[in-house]
């Protein structure tokens, strides 16, 4: 069992940044593909970002390329999501999920794929 925790939420004006965190519990974290999905208000919960078990291969949703990187430090037990240039429409709660994925450098974007769930973190961008 892995236990996910965001942190580094908050409110933002337009065009400034956040760095989101996620920590795992477990010393296996190494193992998993690490991803970000994020929920607006009324809309389905989309894909943003993941990054592979060994950190080497990304993918970026369009609405977040060129504007935020993902990565994971598989000493630290943490996957990070650093936004830039943020937008009003980047408003959402953001989650950070885990993902036993078949070698260590595939990519996973979809939701059903993710066995682990953090809470989730409120990200707001005024305007």
């Known amino acids: 069992q892995v236990q996910l925790v965001e942190s580094g939420g908050g409110l933002v004006q337009a065009g400034g940044s956040l760095r989101l965190s996620c920590a795992a519990s477990?010393?296996?974290?190494?193992?998993?593909?690490m991803c970000w999905f994020r929920q607006a208000p009324g809309k389905e919960r989309e894909f943003v970002a993941t990054v592979s078990w060994n950190g080497a291969s990304t993918y970026y949703a369009d609405s977040a390329k060129g504007r935020f990187t993902i990565s994971k430090d598989n000493a630290k037990n943490t996957a990070d999501l650093q936004m830039k240039s943020l937008k009003p429409e980047d408003t959402a709660v953001y989650y950070c999920?885990?993902?036993?994925?078949?070698?260590?450098?595939?990519?996973?974007?979809?939701?059903?794929?993710?066995?682990?769930w953090g809470q989730g973190i409120q990200v707001t961008v005024s305007s």
């Open positions: 999920a885990a993902a036993t994925v078949p070698t260590s450098d595939w990519v996973e974007v979809r939701q059903g794929s993710y066995d682990y």
């Open positions: 477990q010393r296996t974290f190494s193992m998993y593909a």
